[in-house]
């Protein structure tokens, strides 16, 4: 089978790495698996680029329409690798590279899915709404102007309308990692369109227990206790939540003069972080990160506007217990009091109250460690993930032949 894998990136955030393992899996079942991007930052030749060309002076631009003045995206239909295509998958079509204008076109000409990683298919403008309900009935004055994709001027509910009538002539098939976003769906400007649950998966073999990595790789004695934080930005990145996590670790350091963190995917050049901070670089060496996971004794994962995060099944993959908030779909990865905990709502409070709970409890963090791993080997496998997206490519190929 050919597949094209539409996205932002070939190797940067979420989206990005989900398409890539996916990719990459499907190519090892001997499929032609290959990622079509705006941004490319690996060398890996099955990762291609299209040009984008972005028009100077676009009046919709100027009213504050996000992605109107992008011309390259209406060539895509032509473009070799999707004209020889079985199938396409998108992802993310925020980001710079895509204009929506551009979507029916593409879709009706080859079999469709659309894997949603946040909800800026069904908002007017933003990724994530977090408690606006706007987006339900037509967007328009914005209350979060400051959310990304920002504009220069409010055009929400021009470009809610704009995407209502673009999804009514695209033939296209969903896919949401989580109920949570599953059930946004209902009501939603995709309401009509028909809807898969695959959750994200990862490669159990590459992130696994590690037994001999320990504490002193970061030169800490073997009585410390280190809690770790990993997310793109580290902790100014404000979706996952760090200012929480700094306003905890002065309580969490009184309360635990043994304890350390480790903040991973932060800027190596940020001097403002408490002294008992370790930095880590991200890296796209996955046996690196599956190591940084092994070191640590727990997660720390405040994320407040999510979907599946890969963070959190690496990690439960690793058998690293994890204490996160109940954003997303991330209460449907963590089974709480089981492989984690889940804090009773999003506050500085909760988070410490949970995590003094698994910083106390050695026994506790390894038990919950083991479940961890054992939840993901019956659940979240990359191998589970890849066969449930080849079945559904075959089931929407079939159904368009039908048609």
Wanted: glycine share 6%; net charge neutral.
């Amino acid at each position: 089978m050919n597949i094209v894998h539409l996205n932002t990136h070939d190797w940067y955030g979420g989206a990005s790495i989900v398409a890539y393992r996916l990719a990459q899996k499907q190519r090892v079942l001997k499929h032609d698996s290959k990622i079509l991007c705006g941004y490319k930052v690996t060398n890996n030749s099955n990762c291609l680029t299209f040009p984008i060309e972005r028009a100077d002076d676009d009046e919709k631009t100027k009213q504050g329409w996000v992605y109107a003045n992008l011309r390259g995206s209406k060539s895509l239909p032509y473009h070799h690798l999707i004209a020889n295509a079985d199938i396409l998958n998108l992802h993310n079509l925020h980001g710079g590279y895509f204009n929506y204008e551009h979507l029916p076109r593409l879709v009706n000409s080859v079999p469709t899915i659309w894997t949603l990683h946040d909800m800026q298919g069904l908002t007017g403008r933003c990724a994530h709404s977090f408690a606006c309900n706007r987006w339900e009935s037509g967007c328009g004055q914005c209350p979060h102007p400051e959310y990304y994709p920002t504009s220069i001027a409010d055009a929400s509910a021009e470009m809610w309308h704009n995407k209502k009538e673009i999804y009514e002539n695209s033939k296209i098939n969903l896919v949401c990692p989580s109920k949570w976003l599953k059930k946004k769906i209902d009501g939603s400007l995709l309401a009509e369109k028909e809807v898969s649950l695959i959750y994200n998966g990862v490669d159990e073999k590459k992130y696994r227990p590690m037994p001999d990595v320990s504490l002193e790789m970061h030169g800490l004695a073997s009585t410390s206790i280190l809690v770790g934080f990993l997310a793109h930005g580290g902790v100014k990145n404000p979706y996952k939540g760090g200012q929480y996590l700094l306003d905890a670790v002065q309580s969490l350091s009184e309360l635990f003069p043994e304890i350390s963190f480790l903040e991973i995917g932060g800027d190596p050049r940020d001097n403002e972080l408490p002294e008992n901070f370790i930095k880590a670089t991200y890296t796209k060496d996955e046996n690196s990160i599956a190591k940084l996971y092994n070191s640590i004794d727990l997660l720390i994962y405040p994320s407040i506007a999510d979907n599946c995060p890969l963070v959190v099944l690496e990690a439960m993959s690793c058998g690293t217990p994890i204490v996160a908030f109940p954003a997303g779909g991330i209460p449907e990865l963590i089974e709480h009091n089981r492989t984690g905990f889940i804090t009773e709502e999003i506050s500085t409070t909760s988070l410490i109250r949970a995590c003094s709970s698994l910083i106390k409890s050695k026994q506790l963090r390894k038990q919950f460690g083991q479940e961890s791993r054992n939840r993901v080997l019956r659940s979240f496998t990359l191998d589970q993930q890849t066969e449930k997206y080849l079945n559904l490519y075959n089931q929407v190929s079939e159904d368009r032949k039908e048609c």
